[in-house]
């Protein structure tokens, strides 16, 4: 018996950057799927719409500051397999960005070291890309 094909859901993430070389997660609120969960702020990739442009919209839509394309770097991407679903998310850095965050989405916000997000709960797909920030910061 053959299982029917997931749907690939395609989302772009962004480590936010502090000039402490610490990254933003966000956790996810109550409600949601995987709530609780800390994870890199990003979304849903639109129709018609680019990850960097995701990136931007959606950090002004949750966190209320802005950033240019020119101020992402792609670092890595996630490929994984839930149950109703495979994401494929890519993730920039961002290091430049004009604002203070502020979570309006009822998210928690936390400025944590890479080396310290491990003990921070985060969903399967996230936590794999912990290693790719510890080398770069």
Excluded: N
């Excluded at 990003?42 to 129709?47: A, D, I, L, Q, R």
């Excluded at 990850?51 to 770097?73: N, S």
């Amino acid at each position: 018996m053959t299982m029917a094909p997931k749907p690939v859901l395609f989302v772009a993430a962004c480590a936010l950057v502090d000039a402490d070389g610490r990254v933003l997660i966000a956790q996810r609120p109550e409600g949601k799927a995987l709530a609780g969960l800390w994870e890199f702020p990003g979304g849903k990739v639109e129709p018609g719409e680019t990850p960097e442009e995701t990136v931007i919209r959606e950090l002004q839509e949750e966190l209320g500051i802005e950033t240019k394309t020119a101020c992402l770097a792609p670092l890595t991407f996630a490929s994984h397999s839930y149950e109703a679903f495979h994401l494929l998310m890519p993730l920039f850095v961002c290091r430049r960005f004009w604002g203070t965050p502020q979570p309006r989405e009822g998210q928690g916000l936390k400025w944590v070291r890479p080396r310290d997000m491990r003990d921070y709960p985060m969903p399967p797909a996230d936590a794999p890309l912990i290693p790719f920030l510890i080398d770069l910061l």
